[in-house]
């Protein structure tokens, strides 16, 4: 029997239309309607872009080349080879763990959405406040970090002038605040650049070396301790602070190959880096005496002179500057192009460079912007583990059985990671040359649990949908038989929602 022999009469009305969207982004839709949110972001960046946009903010030219002088203080030639690909494969599970989360729940909210949603009910709010907090530090003082960075290649100077910095920001502002559709095809660019100018730079150390280049034997095994640390292991695992530093920013927020590809490459891209930086660096006690402020800088004079050395490095950390701007951008708010968000970042990041008066304190706040990113990473990782074991949702890409080993080995090397980065980086530390990352840390987190224990915790929930979350399709009944009507709950006529 039919709805119109039963004397029903159905009409069935779609509230949410999508017509004219292609259909990808329709079915990007309708996941983020099931997560309860809409898309904030013009979807103008395909999988190509994506991943450039993750490979240009990892930048590994700028982080080679302003991480250098951790592993050459810290083991000269065997800490340059080996150091990068060890930490490699800590990091490996960090960006795995991401992508994973990222392929479940692929929203714009990232980071901050994947803790409240694998958190306790109880810990959910607490989890996403701690998560904002880490990643705010640390995407705004990355910026100023890289635009320092880029102020030591352009000035060879130990101290960021007020005048570069902002002639920096103004230049990188204008850049990022242009449209969606725009900022994806530079991305494509910059990455092509990066890609060309760091294969050039590798190829440049080992052809163009001559004389300065040492032998293989030296290159691959030869370890020399200049840290101060009395401890040869020790001294040897401060190195590892070069590959965090320069993979880091970004990645939580791209699609899973992206995170992938992008970490993956960075890693093979640098290691070979390294490698060729090596043979380079004839002696190392020469490099560390050397007046420039980056001493792989003195390394390129050598082998390609002041105009090579210029070429290869300044050009990649404006640019990587420029996509960290935005990245940080979609962190504080999100809009179609949220032009406001990276004006404001760009002003956080400013008045932190204006304190950045030595390399000391420049040295401080790249590791604070390191451990309030990977604190901000582990975090929803360490809620999936935990009280999240049986609540995420695989996406495409699920690491099955191996996600929770994979996510410890990632917890224990980011605690390992954020207590070593809090040392001194000499043994002789004293007020010019200690680590100053632990007042910044401290002094961000005493403010967002001191907000949190006496406001916060009063009104925070977490992340709030976005749309109406009652259902889109409803189907209208009518009886219309002669029968007298009956106050049964078959027999009032109503309007049925179909979930």
Same mark, same amino acid.
């Given at each position: 029997?039919?709805?119109?022999?039963?004397?029903?009469?159905?009409?069935?009305?779609?509230?949410?239309?999508?017509?004219?969207?292609?259909?990808?982004?329709?079915?990007?839709?309708?996941?983020?309607?099931?997560?309860?949110?809409?898309?904030?972001?013009?979807?103008?960046?395909?999988?190509?872009?994506?991943?450039?946009?993750?490979?240009?903010?990892?930048?590994?030219?700028?982080?080679?080349?302003?991480?250098?002088?951790?592993?050459?203080?810290?083991?000269?030639?065997?800490?340059?080879?080996?150091?990068?690909?060890?930490?490699?494969?800590?990091?490996?599970?960090?960006?795995?763990?991401?992508?994973?989360?990222?392929? #479940?729940?692929?929203?714009? !909210?990232?980071?901050?959405? $994947?803790?409240?949603? +694998?958190? @306790?009910?109880?810990?959910? =709010?607490?989890?996403?406040?701690?998560?904002?907090?880490?990643?705010?530090?640390?995407?705004?003082?990355?910026?100023?970090?890289?635009?320092?960075?880029?102020?030591?290649?352009?000035?060879?100077?130990?101290?960021?002038?007020?005048?570069?910095?902002?002639?920096?920001?103004?230049?990188?502002?204008?850049?990022?605040?242009?449209?969606?559709?725009?900022?994806?095809?530079?991305?494509?660019?910059?990455?092509?650049?990066?890609?060309?100018?760091?294969?050039?730079?590798?190829?440049?150390?080992?052809?163009?070396?001559?004389?300065?280049?040492?032998?293989?034997?030296?290159?691959?095994?030869?370890?020399?301790?200049?840290?101060?640390? #009395?401890?040869?292991?020790? !001294?040897?695992?401060?190195? $590892?602070?070069?590959? +965090?530093? @320069?993979?880091?920013?970004? =990645?939580?927020?791209?699609?899973?190959?992206?995170?992938?590809?992008?970490?993956?490459?960075?890693?093979?891209?640098?290691?070979?880096?390294?490698?060729?930086?090596?043979?380079?660096?004839?002696?190392?006690?020469?490099?560390?005496?050397?007046?420039?402020?980056?001493?792989?800088?003195?390394?390129?004079?050598?082998?390609?002179?002041?105009?090579?050395?210029?070429?290869?490095?300044?050009?990649?950390?404006?640019?990587?500057g420029c996509t960290q701007a935005v990245d940080a951008s979609r962190v504080i708010f999100a809009t179609q192009t949220p032009v406001n968000a990276v004006w404001f970042a760009m002003l956080l990041s400013a008045v932190c460079g204006i304190l950045v008066f030595s390399t000391t304190a420049f040295n401080s706040l790249a590791s604070a912007s390191v451990i309030g990113l990977y604190i901000?990473?582990?975090?929803?990782?360490?809620?999936?583990?935990?009280?999240?074991?049986?609540k995420l949702q695989p996406g495409p890409f699920n690491l099955g059985w191996w996600s929770f080993p994979i996510g410890w080995i990632g917890i224990v090397w980011v605690v390992f990671m954020v207590v070593m980065l809090l040392f001194p980086y000499t043994q002789t530390a004293n007020v010019q040359?200690?680590?100053?990352?632990?007042?910044?840390?401290?002094?961000?987190?005493?403010?967002?649990?001191?907000?949190?224990?006496?406001?916060?915790?009063?009104?925070?929930?977490?992340?709030?949908?976005?749309?109406?979350?009652?259902?889109?399709?409803?189907?209208?009944?009518?009886?219309?038989?002669?029968?007298?009507?009956?106050?049964?709950?078959?027999?009032?006529?109503?309007?049925?929602?179909?979930?």
């Amino acid at each position: 029997m039919t709805d119109k022999d039963a004397g029903i009469v159905t009409e069935s009305i779609s509230v949410n239309s999508q017509d004219g969207a292609p259909p990808a982004h329709q079915e990007d839709n309708i996941l983020l309607r099931k997560l309860g949110y809409k898309s904030e972001f013009k979807r103008e960046f395909s999988l190509l872009e994506t991943i450039s946009f993750s490979m240009a903010i990892l930048a590994v030219s700028c982080g080679v080349t302003t991480g250098y002088s951790y592993p050459l203080l810290s083991g000269g030639h065997f800490a340059m080879v080996w150091a990068w690909p060890i930490a490699c494969i800590f990091v490996m599970c960090v960006a795995a763990s991401m992508a994973e989360l990222a392929s #479940s729940m692929p929203t714009s !909210a990232g980071l901050y959405y $994947f803790s409240a949603k +694998m958190a @306790s009910k109880e810990q959910s =709010a607490l989890a996403s406040w701690i998560t904002g907090w880490s990643n705010i530090m640390g995407q705004v003082t990355l910026i100023c970090s890289i635009n320092f960075s880029c102020t030591e290649l352009i000035t060879t100077a130990i101290a960021m002038g007020t005048d570069g910095a902002v002639a920096i920001h103004l230049t990188q502002l204008i850049f990022c605040s242009a449209g969606t559709r725009i900022l994806a095809r530079m991305t494509v660019v910059i990455m092509v650049l990066i890609l060309s100018t760091s294969i050039g730079a590798i190829v440049s150390l080992l052809a163009c070396a001559g004389d300065q280049r040492v032998s293989s034997m030296d290159a691959w095994t030869k370890f020399e301790n200049n840290t101060g640390w #009395s401890n040869n292991v020790w !001294a040897f695992i401060l190195a $590892f602070t070069s590959p +965090m530093w @320069s993979e880091t920013a970004g =990645a939580a927020r791209a699609a899973p190959i992206a995170i992938l590809v992008g970490v993956a490459g960075t890693e093979i891209l640098g290691w070979l880096y390294y490698i060729a930086a090596s043979y380079a660096t004839n002696s190392v006690p020469d490099i560390l005496q050397s007046n420039l402020a980056l001493p792989l800088g003195q390394v390129y004079l050598n082998v390609l002179g002041k105009k090579g050395a210029l070429a290869l490095w300044c050009s990649i950390a404006y640019l990587c500057g420029c996509t960290q701007a935005v990245d940080a951008s979609r962190v504080i708010f999100a809009t179609q192009t949220p032009v406001n968000a990276v004006w404001f970042a760009m002003l956080l990041s400013a008045v932190c460079g204006i304190l950045v008066f030595s390399t000391t304190a420049f040295n401080s706040l790249a590791s604070a912007s390191v451990i309030g990113l990977y604190i901000s990473y582990v975090t929803p990782i360490y809620c999936r583990v935990t009280w999240g074991k049986d609540k995420l949702q695989p996406g495409p890409f699920n690491l099955g059985w191996w996600s929770f080993p994979i996510g410890w080995i990632g917890i224990v090397w980011v605690v390992f990671m954020v207590v070593m980065l809090l040392f001194p980086y000499t043994q002789t530390a004293n007020v010019q040359t200690m680590n100053y990352s632990v007042v910044i840390v401290l002094v961000v987190f005493i403010f967002a649990g001191g907000s949190w224990i006496f406001s916060a915790r009063y009104w925070f929930i977490g992340p709030v949908p976005n749309i109406d979350t009652s259902p889109r399709l409803y189907t209208c009944v009518i009886y219309d038989n002669d029968a007298p009507m009956k106050f049964g709950a078959t027999q009032i006529p109503s309007l049925v929602r179909i979930l």
